[in-house]
């Protein structure tokens, strides 16, 4: 047997001496010391009895040691979790007991809060520092460079992606080494990737977006990767003379833009720039163009399907679409009720179908049943249209999603809070546009009669509850909210009623 997604984007590398990973203290680290360190972590982890299929969750800064750690789990066939860096120990809670996760792997900063939860739910907790050391790295590095590789194959499930609707719990999204890797063979086709490409990675890699897409696509060419541990502007414009691609989220661009140094003998040799996780301004796409001579290849994906849709490479890269369905995938509108596929032009609900999408919700048959079809199709919950050209076009969500820096945030979790406040009687949060993240929540209350909410007060213990990515730009108070004839809060009108940008 074989071990399909760890023999193809990991495995065939295992001798090469060339730099897989360029960090910005001027060392690298080639494929082969990067897969040595991969074994020695796989070695690390069955010592603690995992199982092929057991869950490791992994909340840590972005090092290589972090990226190893996903690969170890591929090459034992454990299930993949990373999460958020930006999640609290209240919310880690519910993602830990809900995956089952056997160990987590935590900065060491957080470990005396998330030991007494890792206790509590009988999970193996382990350190991994941003510098490379941690509890972890001890273990691993006694362990032999070779591991014996797990036999998987295409439909075992290699990672938890968790995602939320606006209402209820967050949703595990299994994803199966298929999904991966069908995904990055496309993608390396569609947009012209080899080994000879140098991708600049600033993106996180507990998202799809630098996990699943920035950095499978350059495993599946053997190509190299500018690793940088967050977007800092400087760093940016210092190391894009040695990138040949880039991949990001509009804030990337926008705050290049903002830059006189982003100029178009910085960007001459780039072959690809590319933009997902939000929307991206029309007025981006012209000023980018305009100052470096390049379009901005703009795609679209979510985390139960990876990438569905892009601009073409050669082409028209349009501006306010995401392009066309990639190879094999399928895509098509439907009416939101009734699930009848719409006529060319119409606006609908967007539903995808191919390899590319995940194989349901963790423990959730219901959600899955109501969002994955018995024929393959799932129900985005984005609206959308596919114009006389077949360019397909995001016009609005289903859902009340907020998507602010390529973050995904969903207003029932900030609005439970909110209604729990003194003073307040009810609440809403909208996206409202920011120049900087695309949108930012916008959090609406409503007063107790007599009462008037201490609004600083009603931040902090936000702050306390919620991730920072997660915190209304702005609290307005407003005597009431609009309503249809169902009672049902009009968010679209509190979006054209509060559509200044924040």
């Given at each position: ?26 060392t ?30 992994m ?11 996903y ?18 120990v ?14 987590v792997v ?37 362990q ?5 590789t ?10 938890f ?5 606006t ?21 390396v ?17 507990f ?22 541990s ?43 720039f ?5 929307p991206?301004l ?204 169902m ?6 009108v ?9």
């Amino acid at each position: 047997m074989a071990n399909p997604l760890y023999d193809r984007l990991f495995g065939i590398h295992a001798s090469k001496t060339k730099s897989f990973l360029y960090l910005t203290d001027g060392t690298t680290i080639s494929y082969a010391q990067f897969l040595e360190m991969t074994a020695q972590l796989a070695h690390a982890l069955v010592k603690h009895g995992l199982q092929p299929g057991d869950r490791v969750a992994m909340q840590t800064e972005k090092t290589p040691q972090a990226l190893a750690l996903y690969a170890a789990c591929v090459q034992a066939g454990l299930i993949f979790l990373p999460l958020n860096i930006a999640y609290i120990v209240e919310e880690l809670s519910y993602f830990l007991d809900n995956s089952g996760a056997s160990v987590v792997v935590c900065d060491g900063a957080q470990a005396e809060k998330l030991q007494v939860l890792a206790d509590e739910l009988g999970v193996v907790l382990r350190t991994l520092n941003a510098d490379g050391t941690g509890t972890l790295m001890d273990e691993a590095s006694g362990q032999p460079t070779a591991f014996e590789t797990v036999d998987r194959d295409l439909q075992d499930l290699a990672a938890f992606l968790y995602t939320s609707g606006t209402t209820g719990r967050s949703k595990g999204a299994m994803l199966t080494q298929d999904n991966l890797l069908s995904n990055a063979d496309t993608l390396v086709e569609y947009w012209r990737f080899s080994e000879e490409d140098v991708l600049l990675h600033a993106l996180p890699i507990f998202h799809t977006h630098g996990l699943f897409v920035a950095t499978n696509v350059i495993l599946a060419v053997g190509g190299s990767m500018i690793f940088l541990s967050k977007f800092n502007l400087d760093t940016i414009i210092e190391k894009l003379p040695d990138a040949t691609s880039m991949m990001g989220v509009p804030t990337f661009y926008t705050r290049l833009l903002a830059d006189e140094r982003f100029t178009k003998d910085l960007t001459g040799h780039m072959r690809l720039f590319t933009s997902g996780s939000a929307p991206l301004l029309a007025e981006t796409h012209r000023q980018f163009e305009d100052r470096t001579n390049h379009r901005i290849l703009e795609r679209y994906g979510m985390t139960e399907t990876n990438m569905s849709t892009s601009n073409p490479y050669d082409g028209e890269r349009r501006a306010g679409t995401v392009g066309f369905p990639l190879p094999g995938v399928e895509l098509k509108i439907t009416e939101p009720e009734s699930g009848t596929e719409l006529e060319q032009g119409a606006i609908g609900v967007i539903e995808v179908r191919g390899r590319n999408v995940f194989k349901g919700y963790w423990q959730m048959p219901e959600k899955t049943a109501a969002e994955l079809r018995e024929d393959g199709f799932f129900i985005t919950g984005d609206m959308g249209k596919v114009d006389e050209d077949s360019y397909v076009h995001i016009v609005g969500r289903n859902k009340d999603l907020i998507i602010s820096g390529g973050y995904n945030i969903y207003p029932k979790e900030i609005e439970l809070l909110l209604d729990e406040q003194p003073g307040v009687l009810e609440s809403a949060v909208i996206g409202v546009p920011h120049a900087d993240f695309g949108e930012a929540p916008l959090g609406i209350l409503v007063a107790e009669k007599g009462q008037t909410p201490d609004l600083d007060a009603i931040m902090t213990t936000v702050k306390d509850h919620l991730a920072r990515f997660k915190h209304p730009q702005k609290l307005l108070v407003v005597n009431e909210l609009p309503r249809n004839t169902m009672g049902k809060v009009q968010k679209n009108v509190l979006r054209e009623r509060f559509s200044e940008p924040v």
